[in-house]
């Protein structure tokens, strides 16, 4: 069973960063074609896609928060780190992380349940 | 890379099929068969139901089904039931950076 999980703080001060952990199960994130990534949803609006982190440890960033986004993977412990530097209450949404994976074309297979995230002094 | 274009809501009664469109570009949409569909129920985890246009991953239903022409993806929801309503997402991907559209709200009347 796959599972995917995300933790991190609730509430963010404007202009602090953001750390999100995403703690998986049920697959590898060393096993080729697959990708863990982190999409948002602001409240009432659209899902964004942030940023992804593949089994090779190929990084890709949304173009316009690459500035502002780390993204990396601990394959010992099934976790993705997202960071977000200079948070502003523009970043208020809920984060989810989904496993992107490879068949014949790709695909987001598995999701969490999303955290939200309150940037507010 | 611009959001895909989808209309805002869509609704039918119980029994009835809903059609939703995914309208994006000859450089996604319209030249790859790179469209994925997800339903978002609040709360929960958004979950995939189509995925290259036409594919339903094992365990969704057969009422839920996927089709393109030209630039424009297709979601259909046949014999709509009250466990459909929810916001629904396509997705397509250019290089290696996926995007989503505007989203859809699916109402049961």
């Known amino acids: 069973q796959i599972t995917l999980k995300e933790s991190g703080p609730t509430l963010v001060k404007p202009t602090q960063t953001l750390t999100l952990t995403c703690t998986f199960s049920?697959?590898?994130?060393?096993?080729?074609?697959?990708?863990v990534g982190w999409i948002r949803q602001p409240p009432g609006e659209a899902l964004e896609w942030l940023a992804l982190?593949?089994?090779?440890?190929?990084?890709r960033y949304s173009p316009s928060l690459k500035s502002r986004l780390t993204i990396t993977k601990d394959t010992s412990k099934n976790q993705v780190v997202l960071t977000m530097t200079h948070v502003d209450p523009v970043d208020t949404a809920t984060y989810f992380c989904a496993r992107r994976r490879y068949t014949s074309t790709w695909y987001f297979d598995y999701w969490g349940q999303g955290t939200l995230v309150t940037v507010s002094s | 890379q611009s959001a895909l274009t989808q209309p805002p809501s869509a609704s039918g009664s119980p029994g009835q099929s809903v059609t939703i469109s995914c309208t994006g570009t000859s450089s996604d949409v319209g030249g790859y068969n790179y469209v994925s569909w997800y339903q978002l129920h609040p709360g929960k985890a958004p979950k995939l139901i189509i995925y290259e246009v036409i594919k339903r991953p094992s365990g969704v239903p057969d009422r839920f089904s996927g089709s393109k022409s030209g630039n424009t993806a297709s979601l259909t929801v046949s014999g709509l039931q009250a466990e459909d309503e929810a916001d629904y997402y396509c997705s397509s991907y250019a290089g290696s950076n996926p995007f989503f559209g505007t989203g859809t709200k699916v109402t049961v009347l």
């Open positions: 982190i593949y089994w090779d440890d190929d990084k």
């Open positions: 049920g697959f590898s994130l060393s096993t080729n074609g697959v990708g």
